[in-house]
């Protein structure tokens, strides 16, 4: 599991190169270049949770705050909007705050989280 507070780019996620390229483009998108995203990531700072197939779901969520923890299971169960990746992977938000900050969850599909458990 990875938690990052900045836009990173493809090479900072722990995905394939190609599924994180995809991730960063989406979360580029909404601000037309790389540029006014970093800017905007600058000021309203944003968390990315960042799970792949090799991680412990539970153990990985035991290691997360409670705030945290609530964010990730809203962005599962209630998300703003889901995105598909390449590899099977999605990357869905939920906002968390009113000047549009948020958590970001990527994750192959078929993990489905909830309350830290992992039912496959």
């Known amino acids: 599991m990875q938690v990052i507070n900045y836009l ?18 989406l979360l580029v998108e909404p601000f037309g270049t790389i540029s006014d995203a970093r800017d ?8 990315i949770i960042c799970f792949n197939r090799q991680d412990d779901l539970p153990a990985a969520m035991k290691a997360l705050d409670d705030v945290t923890r609530h964010f990730i299971e ?5 998300p703003e909007f889901v995105e598909n990746l390449a590899d099977g992977y999605q990357l869905s938000l939920t906002i968390t705050n009113d000047m549009g900050t ?11 989280i909830n309350q830290g458990n992992s039912h496959e």
Not at 8 to 25: G, K, M, W
Not at 40 to 47: A, G, K, L, N, P
Request: with cysteine; hydrophobic share 45%; proline share 5%.
């Open 8 to 25: 990173p780019s493809a090479n900072q996620l722990a995905l394939a190169h190609y599924t994180a390229q995809c991730a960063v483009d």
């Open 102 to 112: 948020g958590l970001y969850l990527i994750k192959p599909k078929e993990l489905v």
């Open 74 to 78: 809203q962005a599962e169960l209630n």
């Open 40 to 47: 905007f990531w600058r000021e309203y700072s944003s968390v």
